[in-house]
Nanobody, 116 residues
Framework: EVQLVESGGGLVQPGGSLRLSCAAS????????MSWVRRAPGKGLEWEWV??????????SYADSVKGRFTISRDNAKNTLYLQMNNLKPEDTAVYYC???????WGKGTLVTVSS
C-alpha cells in the first residue's frame, strides 16, 4: 500500500520558519520526482504547485511565490521528502500536500497557518 504522510505543520508568526516532512512507503521513493503542492483555505479547489525535486540530489524547481524562501530536499535512504520554509508570510497559509505525480500518489496534507 502506498502511503505519503506529511508532518510538521502548525501555527507560526509571520517571518517564522517551519520544516515539513513527508514519509513515503509502498513505492521505490528514489526512482521518482517528488513535489509539494498547497491549497489555501477559502480558495475552493485552487491548487498551487510549490516545488519539485528530481530523483537525484540537485534538480529542484520552485514557484515564484516561494523562491528564495523555501527549500525542497529529500533523503532517499529514509524515504523522506522535506520542505524548509523560511520567512513565512500570511499568504503561505494553506494545507500542504506531498505528491508523487508520476503515479498520482498524494498525501492527506498538513496545515500551515501563518498569523500573528
Amino acid at each position: 500500500e502506498v502511503q505519503l504522510v506529511e508532518s510538521g505543520g502548525g501555527l507560526v508568526q509571520p517571518g517564522g520558519s517551519l520544516r515539513l516532512s513527508c514519509a513515503a512507503s509502498g513505492f521505490t521513493f528514489s526512482s521518482y520526482a517528488m513535489s509539494w503542492v498547497r491549497r489555501a483555505p477559502g480558495k475552493g479547489l485552487e491548487w498551487e504547485w510549490v516545488s519539485t525535486i528530481g530523483r537525484g540530489v540537485g534538480s529542484t524547481s520552485y514557484a515564484d511565490s516561494v523562491k528564495g524562501r523555501f527549500t525542497i530536499s529529500r533523503d532517499n535512504a529514509k524515504n523522506t521528502l522535506y520542505l524548509q520554509m523560511n520567512n513565512l508570510k500570511p499568504e503561505d497559509t494553506a494545507v500542504y500536500y506531498c505528491a508523487q505525480t508520476s503515479q498520482n500518489y498524494w498525501g492527506k496534507g498538513t496545515l500551515v497557518t501563518v498569523s500573528s
